[in-house]
């Protein structure tokens, strides 16, 4: 039996080309790869470290479950208080250090807070600072109010 060597070369002619179109799929990957490589490590490096001449005032987080000043401390907070109260809880309450420390001190011994260790200092440091007691001189003025004059009964 002879074999026939024209449609042995189609043959070959076509796998060459499937080939040829299958390094070019896996290239083309590849190249999308490396190219969403370099642009996380753009984003995760590059961009943060552009913003280090800026200043670091403290910011409010408008995020729901936080809704916390963003500060020193702000982590070790979230960690280790938010997880049974929420954020809110703390910014409706002020204390000086004092009063935050016996307020940690309660938790711990009703509420089964454990114990922050180093972290305590950085924790109420951020308390005492963003939370502290508001410090007012005389009662705000009176406004929105209708004045009359008292009539005499005689």
């Not at 796998?15 to 642009?39: P, Q, T």
């Not at 960690?79 to 309450?93: D, L």
Request: glycine share 6%.
């Amino acid at each position: 039996m002879k074999r026939d060597n024209h449609n042995n070369d189609r043959d070959y002619d076509y796998d060459h080309e499937r080939g040829k179109k299958l390094i070019a799929l896996v290239v083309s990957a590849s190249s999308f790869l490396v190219l969403c490589l370099f642009y996380s490590i753009y984003v995760a490096i590059i961009i943060p470290s552009s913003h280090h001449g800026e200043a670091t005032k403290p910011e409010k987080v408008d995020v729901q479950q936080y809704d916390l000043i963003v500060d020193d401390g702000f982590e070790l907070v979230v960690q280790n208080c938010t997880g049974c109260h929420s954020g809110k809880i703390i910014a409706e309450n002020r204390a000086d250090r004092k009063g935050w420390l016996a307020t940690i001190r309660w938790m711990q011994q009703t509420q089964k807070l454990w114990k922050l260790g180093e972290n305590e200092y950085a924790i109420v440091n951020y308390l005492a600072k963003n939370y502290g007691p508001v410090k007012k001189g005389r009662r705000a003025q009176l406004t929105g109010i209708k004045w009359y004059e008292l009539e005499e009964n005689d």
